[in-house]
């Protein structure tokens, strides 16, 4: 413990309804563990990194901490390609690293989530290479193997999202194996009981260790047709996430991911995973399988932000869709992650706007029911980074270059300290480079300065951790007229309300009546306050208050 400083070790505890039910409007930072901080000079950041970082996640306020994977791993997906679950990467560190990290969050009050990555493993996890040795092995059946046709073609058209056919010729068993991603991430066959009891040994390994909850990856690769019927073609060209370099949305992803009927098996593996211990658990379901088709499942999480800064009619439409479909508050939103482009650059923010287009998004993300989760580097205003084609590390970047830009945008290393070599995040060659323009906005420079965007980030987390209504309120539905987006929350007899400016016309004030039963209480800092009953909202301007009814 000897990185934090007496007075970091603990925020004021939140004010939560039910605090065994702590995930439910938790804030999360996620940390990607590749880029949060070297302790080695290896390049890559590590456990020891995390540990040494854990006051600038508790100054920010965050409740629980997501690490991304720091298993065993060949690393061809960047470590969602595991050997072996249950030991630590001598790149990451060592288990007992892992337990130094977990004793201090949790003396500095702060929850642990970590990721399982159980759809698929790597093709080194000793799992499958004892199950493509032949067809009669005691792991034969834990993967999903298949004929090739009369022709020796694929069984079926179904396509890897990382490019190519989802199957790979075994010559040893002269069968085809599925992968969901790359070939080298052969997909488990969950349908296998072995296999689900072979995965919650793995949960209970963690649990054991102090984990307090799971952030299970792609939930909606589990299952698959077992007839392995052909995909249908998709109506339209793609659904925006993998454009025409990518023929992955071209298909009607209908018989090779996770339908409605396969919720129950689902449903009984997540709740086994919540009775070995005081865990919880969020399932990424992505966007086929949506939230109300997960209602069976304890805790089934979706995120859902737009990918774009919409308009409000329709930021508003899309809002009501996913609160709508989680009835019971279950829904868990990002602006960010390491799979997407930072929020900024998707939304098309430019110099000045950057700031105000990240707060006015930060004061909609702690406004909305359910769990929310913060991006390492977003409380500091990054933007998506360019990087070379030499210097890719993403599999998917390097695929589909220059046509998709991957996600090496997202995961370039925080920037801690302008002064220092690397921005403070390694002594070494850093593994992808450290963004010169993201230097200016390093913790260093907004530390301490009241009007910075990380300042506004530990304010709005602090409010968030004082108003209960802001998890945890009934939502009202979010309504867009014409650039104003508004909406209520109550909770209890107190009420929380949003008032956003949506317009991207830099010269537009917006107006919007205040409620008639309003009696102002707190506000979050940077709020824009009513005045002769009207809202004057600036551009990216808003309100986010709470007032009793
Ligand atoms: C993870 C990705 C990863 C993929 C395949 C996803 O859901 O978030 O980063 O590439 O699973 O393992």
Redesign the pocket.
């Known amino acids: 413990m000897s990185p934090l400083r007496e007075e970091e070790l603990r925020n004021e505890p939140r004010l939560v309804a039910d605090p065994a039910d702590w995930l439910k409007s938790a804030a999360v930072y996620h940390v990607y563990v590749r880029s949060f901080q070297d302790t080695t000079g290896s390049g890559t950041g590590d456990l020891q990194g995390v540990l040494q970082r854990l006051p600038h996640i508790i100054s920010l306020g965050a409740d629980a901490i997501w690490l ?1 994977p720091f298993y065993a791993s060949p690393m061809d ?2 470590g ?2 595991i050997a072996d679950h249950c030991e630590v990467d001598p790149l990451f560190g060592t288990l007992a690293d892992f337990d130094e990290l977990v004793s201090a969050a949790h003396g500095a009050g702060l929850k642990v989530m970590i ?1 399982l ?1 159980f ?2 493993t790597s093709d080194r996890h000793p799992w499958f290479e004892e199950s493509m040795a032949d067809r009669t092995n005691p792991k034969a059946d834990w993967y999903v193997w298949a004929d090739p046709k009369p022709d020796g073609t694929p069984p079926n058209n179904w396509l890897s ?2 490019g190519g056919s989802a199957w790979t010729w075994n010559r040893q068993r002269e069968q085809y194996y599925l992968h ?3 070939p080298s ?1 052969p997909s488990l066959d969950f349908a296998n009981m072995d296999v689900r009891k072979a995965l919650l040994d793995i949960a209970e390994f963690w649990v054991a260790r102090g984990v307090d909850a799971f952030r299970i ?2 939930l909606n ?1 589990y299952f698959h047709d077992r007839d392995l019927r052909d995909n249908p073609p998709a109506p339209s060209q793609g659904d925006g996430r993998h454009p025409a370099a990518n023929p992955f949305a071209q298909q009607l992803h209908l018989y090779d991911r996770v339908q409605r009927g396969d919720i129950g098996p689902l449903e009984s593996f997540v709740a086994a995973i919540e009775m070995l211990g005081a865990t919880t658990v969020v399932g ?1 379901i ?1 966007n086929r399988l949506k939230a109300r088709d997960g209602q069976g499942l304890a805790r089934c999480y979706t995120y859902c932000l737009p990918r774009a800064l919409l308009n409000a009619e329709e930021m508003g439409a899309r809002l009501a869709e996913a609160i709508d479909q989680s009835p019971d508050g279950r829904i868990a939103w990002a602006l960010s ?3 997407h482009t930072r929020h900024v650059s998707r939304f098309g923010g430019h110099g000045g706007e950057i700031d105000q287009m990240a707060r006015l998004s930060a004061a909609l993300l702690v406004s909305l029911p359910g769990a929310i989760s913060i991006f390492q580097g977003e409380e500091l205003g990054l933007e998506e980074a360019a990087i070379p084609h030499e210097q890719l590390r993403d599999p ?1 970047a390097i695929r589909f270059w220059p046509d998709l830009k991957g ?1 090496d945008g997202c995961r370039t290393p925080m920037v801690w300290d302008g002064a220092a070599h690397n921005a403070g995040f390694s002594v070494g060659e850093s593994w992808l480079p450290v963004q010169e323009a993201h230097v200016a906005r390093c913790v260093a420079a907004q530390d301490g300065d009241p009007s910075s965007l990380l300042a506004f980030y530990r304010d709005a987390l602090a409010f968030r951790r004082q108003t209960v209504e802001a998890g945890e309120g009934r939502p009202g539905a979010p309504r867009g007229e014409g650039s104003v987006l508004a909406f209520r929350r109550d909770f209890d007899g107190q009420c929380l309300l949003g008032v956003f400016n949506m317009s991207r016309e830099m010269a537009v004030h917006q107006e919007a009546d205040v409620p008639s039963d309003f009696s102002p209480g707190e506000v979050l800092p940077g709020s824009a306050l009513p005045a002769e009953g009207r809202f004057d909202l600036p551009p990216f301007g808003f309100f986010v208050g709470r007032y009793k009814v």
């Open positions: 991304s997906d960047l969602y390609d990721d990555v759809s698929h999202a990382f969901d991603f790359l991430q990856d792609t690769s990424e992505g992650n390491h799979d998917f996600r």
